[in-house]
């Protein structure tokens, strides 16, 4: 009987890939709270005094509706590719193979995480232009996002793609010479 042990890696791998599942499905559970809110808020508008987790944005739907709606659309599509990002990760992990580990399609998921950080650091960004117009033309305070960290996270994921990339190329190449 022969046991077969995890390296420290394969262990480390196998953790990321338990926050990656977690927090993949606290992302949908919060967009879907989001939208479950904003559909009641529809209805009756003191559902948005509490729309996620203390967000209260009553002011803002109490002066212009399409207001509102603009900035729940925000909140959506930051949260919605939050989730997409830890969806690609666990797809990532799941197929990170440690004996012949750079792989084309590897490399393109990396490429897709990068590209969709580079739209979530557009989309705080876009929330936050609306938050400062918002404050100059109504005086209604809406909350600004960090949004620095978004546009570094995309360029470092972005250059360890094109690392990906070339080590499948090294890989194919030494595939071929053997």
């Given at each position: 009987m022969i046991i077969k042990t995890k390296t420290r890696t394969e262990q480390i791998l196998t953790?990321?890939?338990?926050?990656?599942?977690?927090?993949?499905?606290?992302?949908?559970?919060?967009?879907?709270?989001?939208?479950?809110s904003y559909g009641v808020s529809f209805v009756n508008p003191e559902a948005s005094k509490n729309l996620f987790m203390g967000d209260d944005l009553s002011d803002l739907r109490q002066l212009n509706f399409w207001y509102y709606t603009m900035s729940v659309s925000f909140m959506v599509?930051?949260?919605?590719?939050?989730?997409?990002?830890?969806?690609l990760v666990v797809?990532?992990?799941?197929?990170?193979?440690?004996?012949?580990?750079?792989?084309?399609?590897?490399?393109?998921?990396?490429?897709?995480?990068?590209?969709?950080?580079?739209g979530t650091w557009m989309v705080a960004t876009f929330n936050n232009g609306f938050a400062d117009?918002?404050?100059?033309n109504t005086e209604v305070v809406h909350e600004l996002w960090e949004v620095?960290?978004?546009?570094?996270?995309?360029?470092?994921?972005?250059i360890i793609s094109q690392i990906f990339k070339r080590g499948v190329e090294i890989q194919s190449e030494n595939d071929l010479t053997v």
């Open positions: 953790v990321m890939l338990v926050l990656a599942w977690i927090a993949y499905i606290g992302s949908l559970i919060k967009v879907g709270a989001i939208l479950i599509a930051f949260s919605g590719m939050k989730a997409y990002v830890a969806s797809k990532t992990l799941s197929k990170v193979n440690m004996i012949n580990p750079f792989t084309a399609e590897v490399a393109g998921i990396l490429e897709r995480i990068s590209y969709v950080l580079f117009w918002l404050m100059k620095k960290e978004f546009i570094f996270i995309a360029g470092l994921v972005f």
